[in-house]
C-alpha cells in the first residue's frame, strides 16, 4: 500500500511542534527507520511521549530498585497527570460521566496481577501490583477491585477533572460514538523495562476509550493482549484500539514470534499485519512496542502517528513509528 506522504508530512511537522527537543531528549526524524538493536542495558521503553514517566522508571531503577519497582514507578506518572485525558487522574470518562480504569503489571517470574473498571483511585497499576503479590488471583474488577484498594491503604479520589467534565458535557450534545484512536486522542500508556541482568518487567495504564459504554473493558489489563512478559524471550506491549489487540491477543503474539526466531521489529510488524488482514483498520489504530532479551527493540504501527520513548543512561529519545499506512 503506498503512503500518504502528504499525511505524514503533516503528522511530522505536528509532532516537531508538539515534542520539541529540550535537555537530553533527541527526536529521531525518519519514520521508516526505527529498528534499534540496543545491547546496551539497563533501558526502559514505553509508548507515546513519555520522557517523564520513564525519568522516573529510570530514577527508580538507578537507586537499586527493581525493574518491576522501575515500571510501576513510571506509570503511576501519567496516572498522576490531569492533563493526560487517556490515564488515571483526569482521564475522559465513560457516557454515563464515571472514570472507569484499567491496569497491569508483569514481572520477570511470570507474575501477573490487573484491576478493571476500578474507580477512585488514582493508582491503578499499584492495586494491580498488590492484587499480583497479595492476593491468590490475577484479576480483580469494579466494586471488588475498589474494595480491595481501600483495605490495602489507597484513598479515595475524585478523578473527574473539571477539563474532563466540560468536554464530556459537550460530548453528550450528540452522544456521537466514535472511537478513532490517533496521535491527538491515544490511549493506552504501556512501558517496558529491562534491566542491567537483563530481567524484564512490565505495566500498562489506562482509562480507556472517551465516552465508553459503561463496563467496557480493554485490552489494556488482559494478559497477553495489552502485555506479556516472557523473561526468557522478551516483553510487548499494545496501545491504541482495544478491541484489535483483544481479538489477536497481540502481546503474546508478539513475544511467541520472538520466540520462533524473528526479530522484536518484525515481530511487532507482523502482529499488526494479523490485524490488517482480518479487520476493518482504515480509521483506526493499534502500536507495538517490544523488546527482546537481547536487548533489541521493534515498534510498529497502523496508522502514522504513532511514537514510543526511549530511555538509555538517563537520556530519552522520542522517535516517530514506522507504519503500515
Given at each position: 500500500m503506498k503512503n500518504d506522504k502528504g499525511r505524514r508530512h503533516f503528522l511530522k511537522q505536528s509532532l516537531h511542534k508538539t515534542i520539541g527537543v529540550g535537555a537530553g531528549i533527541q527526536l529521531l526524524q525518519s519514520c521508516e527507520n526505527t529498528v534499534q538493536n540496543n545491547n546496551t542495558l539497563p533501558f526502559i521503553l514505553s509508548t507515546w511521549k513519555n520522557e517523564k514517566a520513564n525519568q522516573a522508571a529510570w530514577d527508580s531503577l538507578k537507586n537499586s530498585n527493581s525493574i518491576l519497582d522501575a515500571v510501576e514507578a513510571g506509570a503511576?506518572?501519567?496516572?498522576?497527570?490531569?492533563?493526560?485525558?487517556?490515564?488515571?487522574?483526569?482521564?475522559?470518562?465513560?457516557?454515563?460521566?464515571?472514570?472507569?480504569?484499567?491496569?497491569?503489571?508483569?514481572?520477570?517470574?511470570?507474575?501477573?496481577?490487573?484491576?478493571?473498571?476500578?474507580?477512585?483511585?488514582?493508582?491503578?497499576?499499584?492495586?494491580a501490583r498488590k492484587v499480583m503479590e497479595d492476593t491468590p488471583h490475577v484479576m480483580l474488577t469494579g466494586d471488588g477491585a475498589l474494595q480491595f484498594a481501600l483495605d490495602s491503604g489507597f484513598s479515595k479520589t475524585n478523578l473527574l477533572t473539571e477539563k474532563s467534565k466540560q468536554e464530556?458535557?459537550?460530548?453528550?450534545?450528540?452522544?456521537?460514538?466514535?472511537?478513532?484512536?490517533?496521535?491527538?486522542?491515544?490511549?493506552?500508556?504501556?512501558?517496558?523495562?529491562?534491566?542491567?541482568?537483563?530481567?524484564?518487567?512490565?505495566?500498562?495504564?489506562?482509562?480507556?476509550?472517551?465516552?465508553?459504554?459503561?463496563?467496557?473493558?480493554?485490552?489494556?489489563?488482559?494478559?497477553?493482549?495489552?502485555?506479556?512478559?516472557?523473561?526468557?524471550?522478551?516483553?510487548?506491549?499494545?496501545?491504541?484500539?482495544g478491541e484489535l489487540v483483544l481479538k489477536s491477543v497481540g502481546s503474546f503474539l508478539i513475544v511467541e514470534l520472538?520466540?520462533?526466531?524473528?526479530?522484536?521489529?518484525?515481530?511487532?510488524?507482523?502482529?499488526?499485519?494479523?490485524?490488517?488482514?482480518?479487520?476493518?483498520?482504515?480509521?483506526?489504530?493499534?502500536?507495538?512496542?517490544?523488546?527482546?532479551?537481547?536487548?533489541?527493540?521493534?515498534?510498529?504501527?497502523?496508522?502514522?502517528?504513532?511514537?514510543?520513548?526511549l530511555t538509555i543512561d538517563g537520556k530519552h529519545t522520542i522517535s516517530e513509528v514506522k507504519s503500515y499506512l
Open positions: 503511576r506518572i501519567p496516572e498522576a497527570d490531569p492533563n493526560d485525558q487517556s490515564v488515571g487522574y483526569g482521564g475522559r470518562p465513560d457516557r454515563d460521566g464515571n472514570v472507569t480504569l484499567d491496569a497491569c503489571i508483569m514481572d520477570s517470574k511470570g507474575n501477573y496481577g490487573a484491576v478493571t473498571a476500578l474507580q477512585h483511585i488514582m493508582h491503578p497499576v499499584s492495586v464530556w458535557k459537550e460530548w453528550l450534545v450528540t452522544s456521537e460514538y466514535k472511537p478513532k484512536i490517533n496521535i491527538e486522542l491515544h490511549d493506552t500508556i504501556g512501558i517496558l523495562g529491562i534491566d542491567a541482568n537483563a530481567d524484564l518487567a512490565g505495566a500498562c495504564t489506562t482509562s480507556g476509550l472517551g465516552y465508553k459504554m459503561p463496563g467496557r473493558i480493554g485490552d489494556s489489563p488482559v494478559v497477553g493482549a495489552g502485555l506479556f512478559v516472557d523473561n526468557e524471550i522478551g516483553a510487548a506491549t499494545a496501545t491504541g484500539m520472538m520466540r520462533q526466531g524473528m526479530t522484536a521489529q518484525e515481530a511487532c510488524e507482523e502482529g499488526v499485519m494479523r490485524i490488517v488482514r482480518k479487520q476493518d483498520y482504515k480509521e483506526l489504530q493499534v502500536g507495538y512496542i517490544a523488546i527482546s532479551k537481547t536487548g533489541d527493540i521493534g515498534a510498529y504501527s497502523i496508522q502514522p502517528g504513532f511514537i514510543y520513548t
